[in-house]
């Protein structure tokens, strides 16, 4: 939506102002510096014009009514919620207090601990304002940029706000993490819940306690406010009265345009998924055509965003045929769709549609995060029908084995489960933006509070981003499969369980998969944790290479070679050990990508080579252009 005429122009206001302004000029050279420096002119705030400001609060009280009616005749509608705290918070806490009240000795030593740390930050700002200089007890992280402004360290009050802000957060998350007698799905939450508190009140969140949003106020005269209220507005029509937080210019991408944009053909199509065949860059190419299976979680053009960055371009380049599962947005209409269609309609249509378009019956495939946890299922799912049409099987930061899921096991527990599934029941799907909060809960100050200060408090519009447009790009799930996948994988996780989990009536066991495997894990995943990937190397019965990349979920896996990021760690030759730390401590680190490392395992099982193919040239005649129609649809609240 556009923005509304009334915005006054704080853009044009942010270039006046600011440090020196309105000083005098600086010496010539025909008069030396003088020994003391002039006296800076004191700076002229600038004062919001009255006409244009009762305009803007006009609009924005006209607009904020109507959202607020809007949003009450929606829930007007609806049952009430049968669930006070869906998320389960409630009683978390309520263990968590009993039992620290129940050791009142600890928690009287946690308060004395806080007061010692303040009684030090007391005494070292004390020592700042007399004009010494003092060591600060506390710092933020070297990848914590809500304090970058030069402020939050040249100033002493606005040091004072941070230091404290900074001691107040460790000994909470100190102090709940402490606590005796928790079991460990209810420590993880209070843990994660307590962490999300702390995010939400740092000092740079609110306008008199963040220095840069009190300079931008002076300079403009408030109008950064005013902008950011009609931001804000903005972000709750968009989300028909929730709040949807705009993380990029969205005008500036666009699928199949600027972004998605590899050239290829759509080949074959279910219910679920388009199949894109990408056009040949080599003269030959691998005889065994390569399978991408993507998370339906989100699309696929996460591995073709850009020339630059794309891994399907890269791939072609190195004389891969490139087939990539594109995965429908599903609505109501697919709310029965279930864990099992996935991979019929799915991985073993695509296969057959692969064997149709280039005469190849066996093939290598790639599986990213949840498609990796449906490739797992179908390599058993296969293994059970001896059938070795998968020559080898790639795995980019996917678990099989749920046992340590990480951050994301915190929304899964019965209660929260049996709420989840009354809603899907409801809309036949999980509505996108849901599961997209809980995703960018994970990285809250990264993407939550640091658009929150951008946005509504220095009233920016966000910055075109390719990464944060398809983050935004968020897709439905099918309420029968995610009901399915929540249950037996994240809860009672029976993948890894030998016979667990059923397929077209055979049950299933990852321990029969006997073919070469590469598995990708990143350092810092917040989603797949490498270590609980990595128990898949104790699972599969074949040759497994594993690779360690640093960053995470996404940088991690998108870091083209020519980018010069990003190292990787690998184990050269020899078994891997029993467990990720003494595999991390065996493995070598090496710079750059681990792209092409994984080329040479691939390339391994080409089996020769064959003249480049063109899609449509085969079987399979082409329906329409990669990237296809089914990525386009996107998600609507």
């Not at 388009?274 to 030959?284: G, I, R």
């Not at 369980?497 to 006997?514: S, Y």
């Not at 390339?603 to 040239?617: E, I, L, S």
């Amino acid at each position: 939506m556009a923005k509304d005429d009334t915005r006054s122009g704080a853009g044009a206001a942010r270039g006046t102002g600011g440090a020196g302004a309105g000083a005098p000029p600086g010496p010539t050279k025909a008069e030396p510096p003088k020994a003391e420096p002039p006296e800076a002119e004191p700076q002229e705030i600038r004062l919001a014009d009255p006409v244009e400001l009762a305009r803007a609060i006009a609009s924005i009280a006209e607009r904020s009514q109507r959202i607020v009616a809007e949003f009450l005749q929606r829930r007007s509608g609806q049952p009430a919620a049968a669930i006070a705290d869906p998320l389960n918070i409630g009683s978390a806490f309520f263990e968590m207090t009993t039992r620290l009240m129940s050791n009142p000795a600890r928690l009287v030593q946690a308060q004395l601990s806080l007061w010692q740390s303040y009684m030090q930050l007391w005494q070292t700002t004390t020592k700042r304002f007399m004009g010494e200089t003092a060591e600060p007890v506390i710092a933020p992280g070297v990848d914590d940029r809500r304090f970058k402004d030069q402020a939050w360290e040249e100033n002493a009050v606005f040091d004072y706000i941070k230091q404290s802000y900074l001691l107040t957060a460790r000994w909470l998350q100190a102090t709940v993490k402490d606590v005796e007698g928790l079991d460990d799905r209810t420590a993880r939450k209070v843990d994660f819940y307590t962490r999300q508190f702390v995010d939400a009140i740092a000092p740079s969140n609110f306008v008199m306690t963040n220095p840069e949003v009190l300079r931008s106020t002076l300079e403009t005269g408030g109008e950064n406010l005013i902008n950011g209220l009609h931001n804000l507005l903005d972000d709750l029509e968009r989300g028909q009265g929730k709040l949807s937080i705009k993380m990029t210019d969205e005008q500036a991408f666009e699928v199949g345009r600027n972004i998605a944009v590899t050239p290829g053909k759509v080949v074959f199509q279910t219910d679920l998924m388009q199949l894109v065949q990408y056009a040949p860059l080599t003269k030959e190419v691998g005889k065994r055509p390569l399978l991408v299976v993507p998370p339906w979680i989100n699309k696929f053009y996460i591995l073709d965003l850009r020339e630059k960055n794309s891994f399907v371009k890269w791939a072609v380049e190195q004389g891969h045929t490139v087939f990539v599962v594109s995965w429908v947005n599903p609505d109501a209409a697919l709310a029965h769709k279930t864990f099992e269609d996935y991979m019929v309609e799915g991985i073993l249509a695509a296969l057959e549609a692969m064997r149709a378009a280039t005469g190849e019956r066996r093939a290598n495939v790639i599986g990213y995060c949840l498609g990796g946890t449906l490739l797992a299922a179908t390599l058993a799912y296969l293994a059970e029908a001896q059938d070795d049409r998968v020559a080898s099987a790639t795995f980019f930061t996917a678990m099989v084995d749920f046992k340590e899921a990480g951050e994301l096991s915190v929304f899964i527990d019965e209660e929260q489960l049996r709420h989840l599934e009354s809603k899907m029941t409801a809309d036949g799907y999980l509505d996108g933006r849901s599961m997209a909060t809980t995703f960018n809960m994970l990285r809250a100050n990264d993407l939550i509070w640091s658009f929150v200060v951008n946005n509504y408090l220095l009233g920016k519009d966000p910055f075109p981003f390719d990464l944060l447009y398809w983050n935004s790009d968020s897709t439905r799930m099918p309420a029968a499969m995610h009901s399915f996948y929540l249950r037996k994988m994240y809860q009672e996780n029976k993948l890894a369980e030998p016979g667990g989990i059923a397929l077209k009536g055979v049950p299933i066991d990852l321990r029969k998969v006997a073919l070469p495997t590469f598995i990708l894990a990143t350092r810092e995943d917040h989603i797949a944790p490498w270590r609980s990937t990595y128990a898949a190397t104790r699972i599969y019965r074949g040759p497994v290479t594993f690779c360690l990349a640093a960053s995470g979920h996404i940088a991690g896996v998108v870091n083209p070679p020519a980018a010069r990021k990003y190292g990787h760690w690998a184990l050269e030759g020899g078994a891997n050990p029993p467990t990720p730390e003494e595999w991390l401590q065996q493995a070598t680190q090496h710079p750059g990508s681990w792209w092409p490392r994984w080329h040479d395992f691939a390339k391994a099982h080409w089996d020769g080579m064959v003249p480049a193919r063109v899609p449509g040239d085969g079987q399979l005649a082409a329906i329409e252009d990669a990237p296809g129609s089914y990525v386009k649809v996107r998600a609507t609240a």
